[in-house]
T-cell receptor, first 112, second 113 residues
């Protein structure tokens, strides 16, 4: 059974700092991996989707990497801002037509 | 596009009552998912549909829960009878197919007293 772990559960950084969020999964045979952001009281917003054949994806200040062999993905946030404060969730899809399996997220606070 | 639309946003009900949650997926998306989120357990998949057909309902907690998707633009999740332990945020999500991102609605916060 695929399990997704995100450590740390919470992280607090000063504004302007570059930071890395970690995601690990137990079964390296994944189809794709997706990073989400969740603001309090809101649904999840998709940030980046990495297919199994890809090593990374970039969107603005965000960069997500994927290392299937080690069962790891990272989300890099450059020049963090208070508006980046949210919970970030990682999710993996095992096969093409199966649902995402979610980690419990990392709650990020960026302090002005 | 309006995104995935869920209603109601909040539902407060008494134990034993029937609760119906509604979802309108993004037009053209052929996969629909119902998730439940709690602090203790995080996001749990309840059931998902492909082309309106239920594929896997193994996440549905028990027979009190049921879900339907009568057409491509509407789905319901029903709890009958509701219990306090059902209190959670219920999310609906849809995607074009498995190679595309999953899009979530804003959820329904259910409180059963």
């Amino acid at each position: 059974k695929q399990e997704v772990t995100q450590i740390p559960a919470a992280l607090s950084v000063p504004e302007g700092e570059n930071l890395v969020l970690n995601c690990s999964f137990t079964d390296s045979a994944i189809y794709n991996l997706q990073w989400f952001r969740q603001d309090p009281g809101k649904g999840l917003t998709s940030l980046l989707l990495i297919q199994s054949s890809q090593r990374e994806q970039t969107s603005g200040r965000l960069n997500a990497s994927l290392d299937k062999s080690s069962g790891r993905s990272t989300l890099y946030i450059a020049a963090s801002q208070p508006g980046d404060s949210a919970t970030y969730l990682c999710a993996v899809r095992i096969e093409g037509n199966t649902p995402l399996v979610f980690g419990k997220g990392t709650r990020l606070s960026v302090i002005a | 596009d309006a995104g995935v639309i869920q209603s109601p946003r909040h539902e407060v009900t008494e134990m034993g009552q029937e609760v119906t949650l509604r979802c309108k997926p993004i037009s053209g998306h052929n996969s629909l998912f119902w998730y439940r989120q709690t602090m203790m357990r995080g996001l749990e998949l309840l059931i998902y549909f492909n082309n309106n057909v239920p594929i896997d309902d193994s996440g549905m907690p028990e027979d009190r829960f049921s879900a339907k998707m009568p057409n491509a633009s509407f789905s319901t999740l029903k709890i009958q009878p509701s219990e306090p332990r059902d209190s959670a945020v219920y999310f609906c999500a849809s995607s074009l197919d498995h190679s595309f991102p999953l899009h979530f609605g804003n959820g329904t916060r259910l409180t059963v007293t």
